[in-house]
């Protein structure tokens, strides 16, 4: 199943926070809305749900977050985001 991953790093955090999208306009109105947000310099909070693990959600201070991508995920891949780098 094809699955859309949206990841976002928090500044002073290595580690990424990601949900998954299963249509390509979900993932990226999301990633536009967190980008825009971002932009505006708002600390908005902004609850973040899963669609593919049922129950998967997380609360992110917006004014926190450093980046932002969207990525292509098929079942079988690895869980590695494009640009970054997980130990």
Not at 9 to 38: D, G, H, M
Not at 50 to 66: F, I, N, R, T
Not at 74 to 83: L, Q, T, V
Request: glycine fraction near 6%.
């Amino acid at each position: 199943m094809l699955m859309y991953t949206v990841e976002i790093t928090l500044k002073n955090n290595p580690i990424a926070l990601s949900v998954q999208r299963k249509e390509q306009e979900s993932a990226e109105a999301l990633y536009r809305e967190i980008a825009q947000v971002i932009a505006d310099g708002n600390s908005k909070i902004l609850e973040l749900t899963c669609e593919k693990q049922e129950g998967k959600k997380v609360s992110v201070l917006l004014s926190e977050v450093s980046a932002v991508q969207v990525s292509e995920k098929s079942g079988s891949s690895a869980n590695m985001g494009a640009g970054f780098i997980r130990a």
